[in-house]
Every structure is written in C-alpha cells, then in structure tokens.
C-alpha cells in the first residue's frame, strides 16, 4: 500500500521504516522536503510535499504535532477527500499534564471535522515511537487500539497496524478517541513521570474458556 506520512519527527521516522520492512511504498509530506535532515529517509522513502505526499497516498497518517495539525490538514486540502486518514497525533498540554480536548470531545472528532470528507481513524498514538520501530515486548505483541466510523476502514487500517507487528483491537466509533487518547496520556504519565520509560506497551488479557 502506499502510505503517505505527514511529519518526519519520531513517530514518522519509526512508523515508515517500519512499514518499509513489510514492503509498503512510503511517503514523506515534509514542510521543508528539500532539507539535507530528510538524507536518511530518502534511503527508503519519497519526501515530497505534504500536498504531493496527500495525493500518492492511498492512506493518510497524521504524524505532526497536536498544535499545527489543522495548519497541515488545510494545507493539504483536498488532496485528503475520500482517503483514510490515520490520526496519531495526541492533543496534549505543553507541560504533558492533561489534554487539550477531553470528555465531550476529543483529538480524533476534531480531526474528523476538519478533514470532512475523509475516513478517518484513530490509531497510533497509544504507544511509545521506540516501541512503534518494535512493537513487540518480552515476546509479547503490544496491543493497539484503533476506532473509527466505518468498519472496512477500521479493517484496513487494523492490517497496516498487524504489519508494524502490533496486536490491533478495534473499537466502533471514531468518538472513542476520547478514550484512547486517554490511553495515550496514561503511558506518557506512566513513561515520563513513573519512569517506567520509554519501552512500554499496552496487553489485554482475554480469558479463552
Ligand atoms: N513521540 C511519541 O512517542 C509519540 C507517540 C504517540 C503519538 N505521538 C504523537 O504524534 C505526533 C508527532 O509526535 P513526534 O514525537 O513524532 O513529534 P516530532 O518528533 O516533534 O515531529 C513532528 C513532525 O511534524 C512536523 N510538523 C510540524 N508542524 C507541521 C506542519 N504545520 N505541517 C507539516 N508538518 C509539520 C515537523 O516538521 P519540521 O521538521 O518541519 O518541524 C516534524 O517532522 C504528536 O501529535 C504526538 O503527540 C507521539
């Protein structure tokens, strides 16, 4: 599949070589594509712009920060109509202590306002980047969560998030943003303020009688 990834920061970097490994094409859509900093992506990536990333892309991953997503999203403009777009971005506070948008509302609905006319799903911002590059932990698989509206996006997008070698668990309803970004704000406060690192990942555990 070709996968567009807007942002080269540590969840762009870590998802596209990732992804790389399970032969997907990748695409950068970079702010500033022409930058000698972009040399290692190039080695296995296309970075282009975000509006030319948008267009090859036949999924859509928002991997930029909470505070310039709408600035990328309208940027890109109709280039994202019809396409699924991955939402992975976290809406936190600059001090990491809570969420910007919580309980009647959330990153993930927000995004799917503005990005109208596309399919978007929530998924990929409940785990660290380090472990995004090797999901699986102590032999065991970290689970990701994923929700979103439309139950053949949610299965599509379930198979890219299988490929990167995660454990995807769907939930029905992009409205669940409001819980996994609360997922997301649980293992950052467990990583950075319980010091358990960086090195983390989510497991349920499903009794099989
Ligand atoms: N880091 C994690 O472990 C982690 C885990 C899960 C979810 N997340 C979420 O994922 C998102 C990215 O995190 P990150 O750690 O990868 O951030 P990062 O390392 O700071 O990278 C952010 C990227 O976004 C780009 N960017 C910024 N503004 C942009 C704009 N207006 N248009 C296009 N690109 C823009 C930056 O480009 P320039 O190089 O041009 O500045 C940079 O490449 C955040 O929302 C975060 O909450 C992070």
């Known amino acids: 599949m070709k996968i567009a990834i807007i942002g080269t920061g540590n969840v762009g970097t870590a998802l596209g070589s990732n992804w790389k490994k399970s032969n997907h094409e990748i695409i950068y859509g970079s702010r500033s594509p022409q930058d000698e900093k972009n040399i290692e992506l190039e080695k296995f990536a296309q970075v282009l ?21 709408e600035e990328a ?3 890109m403009g109709s280039t994202l109509d019809a396409k699924i777009v991955i939402d992975a971005t976290n809406p936190l506070k600059p001090d990491l202590s809570g969420l910007l948008l919580y309980g009647d509302n959330s990153g993930g609905e927000q995004i ?6 596309s399919k978007v799903v929530k998924a990929l911002n409940s785990a660290f980047a380090k472990v995004m590059e090797q999901p699986e932990i102590n032999g065991v698989k970290s689970m990701m969560l994923i929700a979103g509206d439309d139950l053949s996006v949610l299965h599509t997008v379930a198979e890219l998030v299988d490929d990167l070698g995660f454990q995807s668990q769907k939930m029905n309803g992009i409205r669940n943003s409001r819980l996994l970004e609360m997922v997301g704000l649980t293992l ?21 009688k």
Not at 112 to 117: E, G, V
Request: glycine share 10%; hydrophobic share 45%; no cysteine.
């Open 73 to 75: 999203i309208n940027e």
């Open 188 to 208: 950052i406060t467990l990583g950075y303020k319980e010091g358990l690192g960086y090195e983390i990942g989510l497991s349920i555990l499903k009794n099989k």
């Open 112 to 117: 799917a306002k503005w990005a109208s006319k």
């Open 49 to 69: 712009t975000l509006s030319q990333a948008a267009m090859l892309g036949d999924v859509i991953v928002l991997a930029t920060p909470w505070q310039s997503t």
